[in-house]
């Protein structure tokens, strides 16, 4: 993995009344243990990798409690864990990005939430939504909505994080259906402090094991005719449990404030926003006393109709603050209130943006526009709108002070082993012309952006060689599917390989081979060179493809471009039909560097020889065209200042940073650049061989400049 | 609800692993450590991967102990207009942050480093596409209310630490967090990894921020200057005596390096080829500008960069200096170099004599071979066989004015040349746009082929309908200039068709109009 956890591990054993201090994920972690979890599972992705990769790490102590801990291939079967608290009263919580994750569940969860559960069922998502965002941004609540799944969307500090975590489990087991606990990016990485309790085992986990099944009942199969029975039961039953549980432990909250004749709605994990909101406003005080009342739904699904009509009853206007698209929550209180005929005006989305993250200053011009159209009688509104206008006032004159900043998306790291691949199809393209890309989800992905922009669709996770399926035999050329070895194991096998060959497709698909699902943080997948528990899973894609029926697959180590390039033109130009394998193999440099650095730290301290490679540009050869830097994008490859007194365009310089993987030597190579590449090779602790060898080069060498000087003199 | 108390708020901006998380994390646990209530989030994702990201501190100013019972309630995304402290690791991302309104004159003091990581667009451009550093300076000053500006990457290299400590030492001397300078230093003592050199950087940070640094400092320029060589100084004597002052540094500079790349000959010839364009620069009383332009881009075309230049350059022992000075090689540590040369036919046919060569390239044309046959080497100059290859290409230096390269570069120079003098009595700006298309050539092989071909392109289509008077002088100056631009967009030259194509509808619907 990317980081090590231990300090976090130590967090987790902490016992009642100790302070915990660490990052919303790591509380929710700390949360499922004091709620006497059996097992956990999920599958890695940014904002929650932290809770799988700290479980990972906290083996030993999980084996105190009897945690039962999968790293699963993919969220559907992480989801399909929960299936275990269907019959069992066995707690248990999955985690995965979402919305993508809940996608790839959404099968096992239909089928889970239909029979609903008797043990505690807790499905923590990480909302992948808004600035540094990485998916599509739609909304896990109609997941919810659809499946009588409950979701619960809390305020952004800890204590309420934990409670909720602990009061989700209850509300399942009140309520015998599952439920989602949302947390966005920033949530997640949200550092704070709350109090903690000891960690409980579960009634029954890997310590104290179940017997067996229980007596036969069909009504816990998600099966004809049972599944009709299932329909009525969530709403008839679950639906009011969940309201009844939400109200009696109070899970809601509601802030009172002075100027009642209005009020706001809020999503949980919006409510320090709004709350900083009103007191830039000057209509709250930095301890959340405001003066216009607030609802705080941290159950977002299902709403509770009696306290939403209290709340309501007696205001002429609420602001309903959601966020995301559709307004599910506006719709529903809308039509809620008019049920009940309480004329209170629903206002959302029509002072509100309908689609967006709600940032700061949208919360401060959504604010102000509420109050400038229900002006209530105890606020000056003409003043605050003022305020709110000149809070914002100076944006346009800083934008126009800058001017259009070129942008800094993220890319491959130095010496990335997937760089390579796409310096290599650019070349290929070059001479057979440019044929469709399909992308996939990974570190890869990064070839869409600069310099390569190389990439035509993106359809999910493992889903590159299925998304061309239909655009080889409609195209004159053959299309490139891309797929790392994360994508090729969550879904790229059966979806794109399996169906690939069951229809006798063709195509190409390269299968970035690096070892770890590298985007998430370097987690280990069936392929990598080792697990968590040591030794390698022993799952090997070569060997897997073959089984399959592969027939056409050559692997190549993704550095060597020139091999690349002819390896790729090969799979172009092959006149058969059928699918044609690459597997572009280069471990991923993150993880080797990790290695090599301590190999070599250890190595020096220990007087042993060790080479430090590094690239360099001869910045008097470089004549500034950048050619280089176009094909390898390379962060290290940069350009610096033009040292030649004659000219101005700056010239290509490799900089400290370099790990030495020589894709620039490489590349100029392959795509017969310029002379300026070299590779500098410098030796610590020397041999006498190297000594002595060093010497004579020297000598002679000096001998030579010399004399050559002399010549020119 | 006036006059609250309010959290200090910082947002820090920095480029995937710089180690951003753990600056936040000294932060965070300095003012934990002291007790007082304080918040951090990120948006990591994938952005740890060398994009651009940011962190969000908030920390009130009162302890726990002092507000009793009371519970802060710290945001989670900064608000425009309410950054106290606004910190970049890079200066590109300072301005980012005032484009995005966290940067005001009423609150924010501007902790920034003026060095520059250059983004992939920046990079990329196929000539200068670097973001003006000056304008980014001017908006740091018009819209922050106090700067600590400093190169916060060099303090690093210097004092051998990261940039983020650095950072962190700039933050402690900045007096705006309520946390004094010894519990940043315990926060990193407590942190426990690489103590030391984080101290370094941190105090490094300290003391510039406790300077009053000026970011606009003239520094050398960085330019490597040549040193006189014995047989030029008659020719330099001769500049100082007759040149006019804007150009004599350039032409100075011109001189010492075509007597290098050739011989005093060659650099008097330089100098003649010179002399009727200072008679042009007189006559359009262009005050030396022309001259000194087209001196600087003369120079560089006469040092044209074939296979012996390369060779000269690669065994030049200044270089072999710089490289084992950047790696930080000590004596006794020995350093390999291995150069990356792929010579084709048509590098080879650079040193044979013109007809020899043309007769081969024809040949190697009709099969097809030109862009096929390379051989792929890797020679280790600091070996002694690697070394006296280049060595002996470098000795064919005096062969050098009989090879196919050097008689198609003067004809090629030739060529630029009287197109700037033609075109000089109509306008010395015109003549210098000219002059300036020069940079479209450069490179070798393919890119070199390419700009060659651009620059005959601009020629045909719009500088000589500007010599014969097809097209008005300032709509000519516009056109060159767009079209230079224009060739340096994309290698695939699309941009320059485009630029062309437009210039011609233009100038058909001039005619048609007339």
Redesign the interface.
Known sequence: MERSFKKEVQALTLGDGETF?GEGILAVTKALLQSGVSYVGGYQG??VSHLLDVMVEAEDLLADLGVHVETCTNEASAAAMLGASINYPLRGAVTWKSIVGTNVAADALSNLASPGVVGGALIVLGE?YG????VIQERSYAYAMKSSMWLLDPR??LPTIVRCVEKGFELSEASHAPVMLELR???C?????FEAKNNRRGAYSGLNRLEGPPRFDYGRLAHPPVTFIHERLKVEDRMPAARRFTREHKLNEIVPGDVDDIGIVVMGGL???V???L??L????????T?IPILVLNVVYPLVPEEVREFCAGKRAVLVVEEGHPEYIEEAINSDLRRADIQTRVIGKDVLPKAGEY???VL?KGLSAFLSQTRPARLDVEAIADRAGK??A??PA??A???T??????????GCPERPVFAAIKLMQRDLGPTHISADIG?HA?AT???FSLGNSILGYGMSLASAAAVGPNMSRRPIAVMGDGGFWHNGLITGVASNLFNKGDGVLIVMQNGYTS?TGLQFMPSSKASRSGPAPGMDIESTLRSFGVTWMRKVRTYSV?RMVKTLKAAMQDPARGLKVIVADGECQLARQRRVRADDARKLAGGQRVV?T?Y?V?D??C?????C??LS?C?S???K??????????VASVIESCVGCGLC?EV??AA????S????????N?TAW??W??R??SG??GW??GR?QEAA? | ??A????VTVLIAA???EGGGVLTNWI?NAA?DLGFP????????????????TYYIEI?PKTWRELGD?????????????IDVMVASEF??A??A??S?F???DRTLLIASTSR???????????????DQT??L??AE??SQGRILFDMESAGKTAGAMINAVMLGAIAGCGKLPIPVEAFEAAIRKDGKAVEPNLRGFRAGLDAARETSAARGVGPD????LAPE?QSDPLEGEIRAQAPQPAQ??MI??VR?LTRFQNADYARLYLNRLAPVHTADQRAASGGKLLREVA?HL??RMSF?DLIR?AQ?????A?MTR?TA??N?KP???????????P?IEELCQILPPSLARWILRVSARRGWLDRV?V?M?VK????SG??RF?LL?KLKPWRPRSFRYHEEQAAIESWLTLILEAAPHSPTLAIEIAECA?LI??????HKR?TSNFQMIEARVIRAAINGRLPVDQAIDAIASARTAALVD?EGEGLTRCLDDLDRHMSFRVAAE
């Open positions: 201090r940014a904002p992948d600035e540094g965002a990485s952004p500090d990016i920033r949530a990485h949200v550092t704070g402090e409510t320090n926003s709350l900083r909101a007191a830039r000057d209509l709250a005080d930095m301890f959340g006393k003066r940032t700061s200053d401060l809070m914002l100076h944006l800083a934008q002070s800058v001017g900043l070129p942008p800094r998306p993220p890319t491959f790291c130095t570190c990064f952006l600069a310099p985007a020139a430090r590094k360099g001869d008097e050869i004549t500034g065209d950048h050619s830097i176009r994008g962060p490859l940069t350009v200042p033009n040292p030649d007194p004659l000219r101005s365009d700056p030597g100029a190579h017969v650049l310029c002379p590449f070299y590779r500098a090779e410098l030796i610590r020397a190297d000594l060898l060093h004579l080069r002679v060498i030579f400049s050559k003199a | 609800m006036s609250m108390q309010r959290p480029l995937g692993g965070i934990a304080a918040q951090s989030t990120s948006i990591p994702g994938v952005a740890q991967r060398t994009g651009a990201t009130f009371a519970r802060p309630v710290l945001a989670l995304t900064p608000g425009i207009g309410d590109l991302e301005g980012r005032i484009a309104g940067v005001t004159p990581f250059y983004s992939m667009n920046e990079k990329m451009a196929m000539g200068d596409g670097r973001y304008r980014l001017d908006a018009s819209n960085g330019k490597r200057h014995p540094d350039v500079e011109g390096r600087r120079a560089v960069e390369v350059a690669k065994i030049d022992p270089r490289i950047e790696l090689a006794d540590e020995p350093v390999h170099v291995v150069e990356f040369l792929k084709g390379h792929g890797e100059s600091t070996s002694i070394y006296l060595w470098a940079r450069k490179g070798y092989g393919s890119t700009g290698p």
